[in-house]
């Protein structure tokens, strides 16, 4: 916890820009029935039934500093579509960054493995020597602020039924274009000196 708290006191700096990795499911639901349309004092009605048609994972990355935030829809969420993720970290959205700094958690797919699984040994080591990588701890997912952004995406755009991928990649993707703003940074306040305070139950008792 107090590696990614100091992560964040980190000032903003183009040749180390830090970033944050999270994913979320989310299902394809379709209509069995047309919904009603919205009447004055009435709000729109839908059937309570409807068809599962699949699964849609959403893979964020954000500078919180800068606040920007980017959404790649996949078909899977598997170690090969996350080493496809670094690659464009890496090749596409930050080229001349000297190092990423990365805080992500600690799936089993977030380890350099994915890449070696996925590219050739030169290529792996290549995109693994890029990245300077803080994970947070278990049950501790709420220090990565990209959780922050997922729970605004599936507040503003996920709480609803979304028929099938072309609209659920529109909807999102209008989402990202209007949260790309400097006023959409981050301001992280929680500091290790909140965490010795506020979570003091969780530290070692010691005796004299």
Known sequence: ???????????????????????????????TRPPLPALPGQSRRQ??????????????VGEPLAGWRHVTLTERRTTVDLAHQIKNLVDVHYPQAERIVLVLDNLNTHTPASRYTTFPPDEAKRLTDKLE???????????NMAEIELSVLSRQCLDRR??????????VAAWEADRIQPDARIDWRFTTTDAHIKLKRLYPSLQE
């Open 162 to 171: 979304l028929p099938d991928r072309v609209e659920l990649t529109d909807v």
């Open 133 to 143: 990588i803080h994970y947070t701890p278990k049950h501790g997912s709420w220090l």
């Open 47 to 60: 059937d309570a039934e409807y068809l599962r048609a699949g699964v849609r994972n959403g893979l964020l």
């Open 1 to 31: 916890m107090e590696d990614v708290l100091e992560v964040y006191t980190r000032p903003s700096d183009p040749r180390f820009p830090q970033v944050c990795f999270d994913e979320v499911s989310t299902q394809v639901l379709r209509e």
